[in-house]
């Protein structure tokens, strides 16, 4: 068993700096030799993990050689979207391997969703004090 | 004018304009204090896909796929 990492919550405007806190976890992702730390929103809400298209680019990954589509909802669903499979890692956890639905909105946050991110992690939410803590899943032997 | 000698007027208004009457108030004591508000011409972004269940569908085969080809 590992001992859980607790973070707190992170503001998303500067301009609102303590009115807007929410759940953002610092996760970097890896894609062949590309690598980036972002900021992902845990959105307990939200069906599947989502990546904003220029995180995608970041990462080396080149649209017309993603050949899986993908169906969002909601203001997602206008615009097209291709399912990746990226490995990430949170804190010194060991690596997981994360599918994303990769949008071509550059608005969009990284989302971490239920599939897969909360399959692979167990999260604690303190909203009260505005923090979270998290722990990779318990793998049974 | 007074608020005692609005009464009078504002009972004589049609059930609709009371509550453009009162639509018009909240407006405007959000205003006032800085609350900002939704209006009807404009575009929110809510950008989580609830119940994107096909999505999630292929994100959990290509997962299926990509441990079978590893």
Redesign the interface.
């Known amino acids: 068993m590992t001992t859980p990492v607790r973070f707190t919550y992170g503001d998303t405007d500067a301009s609102r700096r303590g009115k807007n806190l929410l759940a953002h976890l610092s996760i970097t992702l890896h894609h062949g030799t590309h690598a980036v730390t972002v900021p992902g929103l845990l959105?307990t809400?939200?069906?599947?993990?989502?990546l904003p298209y220029n995180v995608g680019v970041q990462l080396g990954m080149v649209w017309d050689q993603q050949p899986?589509?993908?169906?969002?909802?909601?203001?997602?669903?206008r615009l097209p979207?291709r399912?990746v499979?990226i490995t990430g890692q949170v804190a010194l956890f060991p690596l997981v391997?994360l599918?994303?639905?990769w949008t071509q909105?550059t608005?969009?946050?990284v989302?971490l969703?239920?599939?897969?991110f909360f399959m692979e992690f167990d999260v604690c939410f303190f909203g009260s004090q505005a923090a979270f803590e998290i722990n990779p899943k318990h793998k049974a032997n | 004018m007074s608020l005692t000698e609005l009464f009078p007027a504002i009972k004589m208004l049609p059930r609709a304009d009371k509550l453009r009457l009162m639509q018009f108030l909240v407006i405007d004591l959000a205003q006032e204090e800085g609350v900002p508000l939704l209006t009807a011409d404009a575009e929110y972004p809510i950008w989580t896909p609830l119940q994107a269940f096909e999505a999630a569908d292929t994100l959990l085969q290509m997962l299926k796929t990509h441990e079978v080809e590893k």
């Open positions: 959105d809400g939200s069906t599947v993990n989502v899986t589509r993908v169906h969002l909802t909601g203001n997602l669903a979207a399912g499979i391997e599918a994303f639905a909105s608005e969009v946050p989302i969703g239920q599939v897969n």
